[in-house]
Nanobody, 125 residues
Framework: QVQLVESGGGLVQPGGSLRLSCAAS????????VGWFRQAPGKEREGILC????????VYADSVKGRFTISRESAKNTVYLQMNSLRPEDTAVYYC??????????????????WGKGVLVTVSS
């Protein structure tokens, strides 16, 4: 069964860090671009970062530049989102998605093939 599962969310204080994981089963994540998205209450879904199948990363959201990074661990079929210097406005449900198999670029959000169910990140004191 093809599946993406996010984990690592929770409550963190402003200025803190979290690392989210996106673990794949049923397919090899290395062959796909993987994007991280988030949706805050009352807001539209926002693209954050993406890593291509060639391991090139793209930042979609200016608000996370210099604070969030994306990486892969092939042996675990997992992609990570490292989030540092977290702010209350980073509070959202975070989703990972896989797509563009073997194409070497990050597709538009609606072109991703597989989506996780999301994990909640709350930044609050």
């Amino acid at each position: 069964q093809v599946q993406l599962v996010e984990s690592g969310g929770g409550l963190v204080q402003p200025g803190g860090s979290l690392r989210l994981s996106c673990a794949a089963s049923g397919f090899t994540l290395d062959y796909y671009a993987v994007g991280w998205f988030r949706q805050a209450p009352g807001k539209e879904r926002e693209g954050i970062l993406c890593i291509t199948s060639s391991d090139l990363s793209t930042v979609y959201a200016d608000s996370v530049k210099g604070r969030f990074t994306i990486s892969r661990e092939s042996a675990k079929n997992t992609v990570y989102l490292q989030m540092n210097s977290l702010r209350p406005e980073d509070t959202a449900v975070y989703y990972c998605a896989g797509g563009a198999r073997g194409l070497g670029f990050c597709p538009a959000a609606h072109e991703f093939d597989y989506w996780g169910k999301g994990v909640l990140v709350t930044v609050s004191s």
